[in-house]
């Protein structure tokens, strides 16, 4: 089965990029993953993208750095790459509104060429004490 799964993967920091390689990792053990990750999440005026120190490993899946969460031309090609690769599935990692514009435009452009479904993290709040 061929899947792509499109999210945060290290060297972006964070709990989520590390939770997207496991499951990269797992899939790509007995199917054909391609994980696609952002080249650039926020604005770095807002927010300087603090990356980790990158480990040479032997990835069990193909990793690219590619999706711009902030330019629609992006987006658009994204989609177009799905679509030429012709993925059973494709996952989107969804931890905050702020990723809607971007996950909604490229899902709305492959559909009815694969079957989507997202991962969601932080449904509900962290650090919130309960009354």
């Known amino acids: 089965m061929k899947i792509i799964i499109i999210g945060p993967l290290p060297p972006t920091r964070?709990?989520?990029?590390?939770?997207t390689h496991e499951f990269c990792t797992l899939?790509?053990?007995?199917?054909?993953?391609i994980g696609l990750s952002?080249?650039?999440l926020y604005p770095s005026i807002l927010f300087?993208?603090?990356?980790?120190d990158e480990k040479k490993e032997k990835l069990s899946y193909e990793k690219r750095e590619w999706v711009d969460a902030l330019?629609?031309?992006n987006w658009w090609n994204v989609s177009t790459f799905i679509r030429r690769e012709k993925p059973d599935r494709v996952f989107f990692v969804?931890?905050?509104t702020y990723l809607f514009p971007c996950y909604f435009f490229i899902n709305l452009l492959i559909r009815g060429h694969t079957t989507t479904?997202?991962?969601i993290h932080n449904v509900f709040p962290h650090g919130v004490k309960n009354a």
Not at 14 to 19: F, K, L, N, Q, S
């Open 14 to 19: 964070g709990g989520i990029a590390g939770a």
């Open 94 to 96: 969804w931890w905050t």
């Open 27 to 33: 899939l790509g053990e007995s199917n054909t993953v």
């Open 38 to 40: 952002f080249k650039r």
């Open 48 to 52: 300087a993208h603090s990356r980790m």
């Open 117 to 119: 479904a997202a991962m």
């Open 71 to 73: 330019n629609p031309l």
